[in-house]
């Protein structure tokens, strides 16, 4: 399970980049795709570094990369205020959890400056451990998890917005062992 997830993330990234480069304004004109973003994050930042520090940023091995599509024009989503349809994915480069979520994301400007906050809630399947594995792996309890991110970035122009980012994937204590996963990391944006 653990090396199909990583080859589909992989592929699901490596597939998207190529469509997309070099033909962006020719597809901005008909896609649903909102944006396209591309990061690296520090893996679980909640378990304690090599001097017990409380926020561990030592392992930065992760690539995140999500796919926003535009909120359908349908009256959910409107009702819920128009969320973005969030698909992505998180690759350790290390060996550990790796996972893809489906979300919706909401945005919000931060009056008139380029600021703005996002907040983001899905669901996530993943590759680690479920249960039976010492630290730093991580007991994760289910294969399917809860997905929440949140946000703070810039919009430097029409095309083009950077994110630091917070996520957290946790089965929110409905079954045991509920290690989760917590990653702190940078996306830049790329806005069709």
Same mark, same amino acid.
């Not at 589909?8 to 909102?34: D, R, Y």
């Given at each position: 399970?653990?090396?199909?997830?990583q080859?589909?993330s992989?592929?699901?990234?490596?597939? $998207?980049?190529?469509v997309? *480069?070099?033909?962006?304004?020719? &597809?901005?004109?008909?896609? /649903? @795709?909102? +944006?396209?973003?591309?990061?690296?994050?520090?893996?679980?930042?909640?378990r304690?570094?090599?001097?017990?520090?409380?926020?561990?940023?030592?392992?930065?091995?992760?690539?995140?990369?999500?796919?926003?599509?535009?909120?359908?024009?349908?009256?959910?989503?409107?009702?819920?205020?128009?969320?973005?349809?969030?698909?992505?994915?998180?690759?350790? $480069?290390?060996?550990?959890? *790796?996972?893809?979520?489906?979300? &919706?994301?909401?945005?919000? /400007? @931060?009056? +008139?400056?380029?600021?703005?906050?996002?907040?983001?809630?899905?669901?996530?399947?993943h590759?680690?451990?479920?249960?039976?594995?010492?630290?730093?792996?991580?007991?994760?309890?289910?294969?399917?998890?809860?997905?929440?991110?949140?946000g703070?970035?810039?919009?430097?122009?029409?095309?083009?917005n950077?994110?630091?980012?917070?996520?957290?994937?946790?089965?929110?204590?409905?079954?045991?062992?509920?290690?989760?996963?917590?990653?702190?990391?940078?996306?830049?944006?790329?806005?069709?």
């Amino acid at each position: 399970m653990g090396k199909i997830l990583q080859k589909l993330s992989a592929f699901f990234m490596l597939s $998207t980049i190529i469509v997309f *480069s070099g033909t962006s304004s020719i &597809l901005a004109q008909n896609s /649903p @795709i909102s +944006e396209i973003r591309l990061g690296i994050a520090a893996h679980s930042v909640d378990r304690p570094g090599p001097n017990d520090e409380p926020l561990n940023f030592t392992r930065l091995e992760d690539i995140a990369f999500e796919v926003l599509f535009f909120s359908p024009d349908i009256d959910a989503f409107s009702w819920i205020g128009s969320p973005k349809i969030n698909f992505g994915t998180t690759i350790n $480069t290390n060996g550990r959890e *790796s996972k893809i979520h489906l979300a &919706l994301t909401w945005q919000l /400007p @931060i009056f +008139e400056t380029g600021f703005f906050v996002e907040g983001t809630l899905g669901a996530a399947i993943h590759n680690g451990a479920i249960d039976g594995v010492v630290e730093p792996a991580r007991r994760l309890g289910s294969r399917f998890l809860f997905y929440e991110a949140a946000g703070i970035g810039y919009r430097f122009n029409d095309n083009m917005n950077v994110i630091i980012f917070a996520e957290h994937a946790s089965n929110a204590n409905l079954v045991q062992p509920n290690s989760g996963i917590s990653n702190i990391g940078i996306k830049f944006g790329y806005i069709f």
